[in-house]
């Protein structure tokens, strides 16, 4: 049975964790089986917004498999940790949107795997956090990093020294979530969001998407000539043409992603 079970309709990428047995945990197969697909869907010209999320109903997924980590030699452990953070870091990078559907618990590495998507959206009935200093080990995939740059550095140092575990609601009112849905809402609220996104151009939506992320790790005048490096990207595509055709024939645009 595939770890990771990957499908792509209307634009969009599905994107499931399938290790439900687990808690749709990592193991060595599942982070190699992820970065498969996320460097396929990297040049899928028929992926433009890219959902995560984890099979069944408990967890998205608790982090790494602690059983096969007892197994594991030092030097294991260290390609694991490499590993997961490698992947996580190409889940950041990739072009398109991305959005976690966060249907149950995000603990340690699900929760970092959360942190490096642009959006998380999760369900109301469950918890999340970054716990590994309970288990005397750190954020080792992203976290230390991640979670002080999206909430402040006093908030990400009060949720790992503590490993507090966060409701939905909590979560929200932290700034970690971009929505609270019902259980049965969470995939259709996802997919709503795609859409609206699947409206715009998508090489614009891919430059945006770059120029924030670029900028925000720099200082401003440097992240200004990104901006504009961006936007010049896409000036000659055949969809700011389209876009102009639309508006002054008043009709909506159909964008090819060219």
Request: with cysteine; charged share 25%.
């Amino acid at each position: 049975m595939s770890t990771i079970i990957y499908h792509v309709e209307n634009y969009i990428a599905t994107v499931t964790l399938n290790r439900p047995e687990t808690m749709n945990c990592f193991n060595y197969e599942a982070l190699k089986e992820l970065e498969t697909v996320v460097e396929e869907i990297r040049t899928n010209q028929d992926v433009r917004v890219v959902v995560f999320t984890g099979s069944g109903d408990k967890a998205f997924s608790v982090g790494a498999d602690l059983k096969e980590r007892k197994t594991l030699t030092p030097a294991e452990v260290k390609r694991n940790v490499y590993k997961i953070g490698e992947v996580f870091a190409s889940i950041e990078n990739l072009p398109q949107p991305t959005i976690a559907a966060l249907n149950g618990y995000a603990f340690g590495g699900g929760m970092e795997l959360a942190l490096a998507c642009d959006f998380r959206i999760a369900v109301d009935d469950t918890l999340m956090g970054l716990t590994e200093t309970s288990l005397a080990i750190i954020p080792g995939a992203g976290g230390t990093q991640r979670l002080p740059r999206l909430i402040g550095t006093t908030k990400a140092l009060e949720l790992i020294l503590t490993a507090r575990r966060l409701s939905s609601e909590e979560a929200f009112s932290y700034g970690i979530l971009t929505k609270v849905v019902s259980r049965g809402e969470l995939l259709d609220s996802c997919y709503s969001f795609a859409s609206e996104m699947l409206k715009n151009g998508p090489v614009a939506l891919q430059q945006a998407k770059f120029a924030v992320k670029e900028g925000m790790n720099t200082d401003i005048q440097t992240g200004l000539k990104i901006e504009r490096k961006a936007y010049e990207i896409t000036i000659p595509t055949e969809d700011r043409v389209e876009a102009l055709n639309a508006f002054n024939e008043k009709r909506k645009p159909v964008f090819k992603g060219q």
